[in-house]
C-alpha cells in the first residue's frame, strides 16, 4: 500500500538548519509531484512547498521562500525539505503529501495521502 | 490567517445534517480552481475527503458531498454519526500558484 513517512524532525535553534526526509513506498514516486504542508495549532494547515515529478520545478510559500529547499531523488524514492535560517514561527509539525501525476508545472490539484509529520520545534 | 475562511464550528445531533462553508475570493475558488476537503481526526494525519469539488475518493462514504458557487465551497455531511467528529479543512489554488487551505472547521456530534 502506499506509505510515506517523514523523518529528521527535533528541537533546533534559531538561525540554525535541519533537514527533513519522506520516504516513500507502494506507487511510482518518479512519476509524481510532492508536498510539504505543515501545522501550527495557532494557524492551521500551510501549504510550503511543492515539486515537479523530475525535480527540475519547485513552488515555495512566501513565509519559507528564500530559507526552504525542496528536492528529490528519485533512485531512493525519498523527498527532501532543507530548512535553513530557522525561525521560532517555523515551528509546526510537518508533512509530506503526494501530489499531481506527471505533474511538471503548479497546477491545481490534492494532497493525498499524507505522511504521519515530523514535528519541528525551534527554540532557543 | 488562512486565506479560506471557514466557521470555527459546528454542532449537531446524531443522524442530522450539517453544512461547513468555505469562503475564498476571486484569486482562488471565484477563479474556477477547485475545492478540496480533508477529514483530520484526533492525532491523525489530514485525510482526503472530497476532491475536485465534488469527487469522493474510493472509501469515502457518501454521506459526504462537496460543492462550489461563486467564492465559496461547501461540505455537506448527512446522517452525522459519531465517529465523524473531527476537524475539516477546505482547499483550493491560487492564481498567485499557492496551494491554499482554510482556517478549520471543529465538527461535535451532540
Known amino acids: 500500500q502506499v506509505q510515506l513517512v517523514e523523518s529528521g524532525g527535533g528541537v533546533v535553534q534559531p538561525g540554525r538548519s535541519l533537514r527533513l526526509s519522506c520516504a516513500v513506498s507502494?506507487?511510482?514516486?518518479?512519476?509524481?509531484?510532492m508536498f510539504w504542508v505543515r501545522q501550527t495549532p495557532g494557524k492551521g494547515l500551510e501549504w510550503v512547498a511543492v515539486?515537479?515529478?523530475?525535480?527540475?520545478?519547485?513552488y515555495y510559500a512566501d513565509s519559507v521562500k528564500g530559507r526552504f529547499g525542496i528536492s528529490r531523488d528519485n533512485s531512493k524514492n525519498t523527498l527532501y525539505l532543507q530548512m535553513n535560517s530557522l525561525k521560532p514561527e517555523d515551528t509546526a509539525l510537518y508533512y509530506c503529501?503526494?501530489?499531481?501525476?506527471?505533474?511538471?508545472?503548479?497546477?491545481?490539484?490534492?494532497?493525498?495521502?499524507w505522511g504521519q509529520g515530523t514535528l519541528v520545534t525551534v527554540s532557543s | 490567517q488562512a486565506v479560506l475562511t471557514q466557521p470555527p464550528s459546528v454542532s449537531e445531533a446524531p443522524g442530522q445534517r450539517v453544512i461547513i462553508s468555505c469562503t475564498g475570493s476571486s484569486s482562488n475558488i471565484g477563479a474556477g480552481y477547485d475545492v478540496q476537503w480533508y477529514q483530520q481526526l484526533p492525532g491523525t494525519a489530514p485525510k482526503l475527503l472530497i476532491y475536485g469539488s465534488n469527487n469522493r475518493p474510493s472509501g469515502v462514504p457518501d454521506r459526504f458531498s462537496g460543492s462550489t458557487s461563486g467564492t465559496s465551497g461547501s461540505l455537506a455531511i448527512t446522517g452525522l454519526q459519531a465517529e465523524d467528529e473531527a476537524d475539516y479543512y477546505c482547499?483550493?489554488?491560487?492564481?498567485?500558484?499557492?496551494?491554499?487551505f482554510g482556517s478549520g472547521t471543529r465538527v461535535t456530534v451532540l
Open positions: 515539486i515537479s515529478s523530475d525535480g527540475r520545478n519547485t
Open positions: 482547499q483550493s489554488f491560487d492564481r498567485s500558484l499557492n496551494y491554499v
Open positions: 503529501a503526494r501530489g499531481p501525476r506527471n505533474m511538471i508545472v503548479a497546477v491545481s490539484h490534492w494532497f493525498d495521502p
Open positions: 507502494g506507487f511510482t514516486f518518479s512519476t509524481y509531484g
